[in-house]
């Protein structure tokens, strides 16, 4: 168990994207979190006071947590030091990053000595099976992107939490470092096994009520050649009865990748539907889902109204103005 409340360290994340761990941290379990740590030059910023681990630990937190995810997970060489002082002070240490903290000798070291604990999310432990395809009872809905970080996980949550206001049965399913850290349990998708992943996804999602939704948290894209294989994973693995098409309208082009645009909406639709339902002949598309965040008010209404129009489908930024509108067309699909 991961004490809170946290530190959550930004490090120096180049941009708000590189920090997306600590901001969905920061919004989704504010009470979780009494401030951020960010070295020099460090380009992102989550909202929270930002405290020194003395100031932190006078406040109470009892974690710091890595909140960069950047290309690669990778701990930077320029974060030890802080980390080991951390660790000094009488903090955990909790990462959801591909390098593990316990692989870090000095790391290791500084811990033992202290009676401090280091925390890798992204472990997988359970023993996976491999999947079989066989129709589970219950619901499923899956947010897909046109590219990575484009909200799929604030979308699944954002529903998640109008389903539980209206007292529908309902369940946020985590498949990455943040959704994990966030909500405390999931399946760190992206570190099994390739011929585990879907049968992971099954795992998580398995039979239920009739009337119960699982909101699978997406990662990655289809068509994003780094990342496409976990995508793959949770479309079958999912079995989604639902799809919502998750799009960020200011990108030029793939995150990590100069050399590949964006797909439009409609080539990420015609994509994946078909792939959804060699799974499951039933899947629907539902809605769009648009990160408007780098867009004015009146920007954003105009683009969410011009592209609801185009595709015909409700699209909304269900952190902007809510997810009512998503749910409803999810329970009338």
């Known amino acids: 168990m991961i004490q809170t409340p946290y530190l959550l360290f930004l490090g120096d994340a180049p941009d708000q994207l590189a920090a997306k761990v600590a901001q969905g941290i920061a919004d989704w379990r504010p009470d979780n979190a009494v401030g951020q740590f960010r070295l020099p030059g460090c380009g992102a910023d989550v909202g929270l006071s930002d405290m020194t681990l003395d100031e932190a630990k006078a406040a109470g937190a009892k974690t710091l947590v890595i909140g960069v995810a950047n290309r690669g997970g990778v701990i930077s060489e320029s974060w030890k030091d802080v980390i080991v002082e951390a660790l000094s002070k009488g903090f955990d240490v909790a990462s959801g990053l591909h390098t593990l903290l316990r692989n870090d000798k000095a790391l290791v070291r500084a811990a033992e000595e202290q009676g401090q604990k280091l925390h890798d999310v992204r472990i997988p432990s359970t023993p996976y099976p491999i999947a079989d395809g066989r129709k589970r009872s219950g619901k499923r809905v899956l947010g897909i992107g046109t590219d990575c970080s484009v909200g799929k996980m604030y979308t699944g949550l954002a529903m998640d939490a109008v389903m539980k206001e209206r007292g529908m049965k309902s369940s946020f399913r985590a498949t990455g470092q943040t959704g994990i850290l966030i909500t405390g349990e ?20 398995p039979d239920n009520d009739d009337d119960h939704w699982d909101h699978i ?68 598309v539902v809605g769009i889902s648009v990160n408007t965040k780098a867009l004015g008010e009146d920007e954003a209404r105009r683009y969410l109204e011009e592209t609801e129009a185009r595709m015909g489908l409700p699209t909304v930024d269900p952190y902007r103005i809510g997810a009512e509108r998503l749910v409803d067309a999810l329970v009338q699909a």
């Open 186 to 205: 999931g399946v760190p998708l992206d570190a099994v096994v390739a011929d585990f992943m879907a049968g992971a996804v099954e795992y998580l999602t």
């Open 217 to 284: 948290e997406g990662q990655g894209s289809l068509f994003h050649v780094s990342y496409s294989g976990v995508t793959m994973a949770l479309i079958h693995g999912g079995q989604p009865d639902a799809l919502v098409l998750c799009h960020e309208p200011t990108r030029t082009h793939m995150r990590g990748l100069p050399n590949y645009d964006l797909p439009t909406l409609e080539a990420l639709r015609d994509t994946a539907l078909p792939l959804a339902r060699v799974a499951n002949p039933d899947c629907r």
